[in-house]
Nanobody, 121 residues
Framework: QVQLVESGGGLVQAGGSLRLSCAASGRTFSSHAMAWFRQAPGKEREFVAA????????YYAVSVKGRFTISRDNAKNTVYLQMNSLKPEDTAVYYC??????????????WGQGTQVTVSS
């Protein structure tokens, strides 16, 4: 089972940038598709971006396409989310998860603690 720890969140002004990291444990990390999700206060958790096992294919939610970039370094067991041109509506707790590629369905039971991103206007 892959254990995941998110980091890199913080407070940033609108238009700014942040880079989130998701460190994974487990020797099977490189065989899994991964995704970032987020949950804003009072809202349901939503899909943000996904990357296939090799890093060669990515997929984005319409709301972040062109502003966010997902990448991975399998040698470091880490997935990244580069977030540029941040907007107040990007404020949320961000989580990474192993997913089923195609349906982008998160796998595994519990979610990690996530990392808080707050964008001020």
């Amino acid at each position: 089972q892959v254990q995941l720890v998110e980091s890199g969140g913080g407070l940033v002004q609108a238009g700014g940038s942040l880079r989130l990291s998701c460190a994974a444990s487990g020797r099977t990390f490189s065989s899994h598709a991964m995704a970032w999700f987020r949950q804003a206060p009072g809202k349901e958790r939503e899909f943000v971006a996904a990357i296939n096992w090799s890093g060669g294919v990515t997929y984005y939610a319409v709301s972040v396409k062109g502003r966010f970039t997902i990448s991975r370094d399998n040698a470091k067991n880490t997935v990244y989310l580069q977030m540029n041109s941040l907007k107040p509506e990007d404020t949320a707790v961000y989580y990474c998860k192993v997913i089923t590629w195609g349906s982008m369905t998160p796998l595994g039971g519990s979610w990690g603690q996530g990392t808080q991103v707050t964008v001020s206007s």
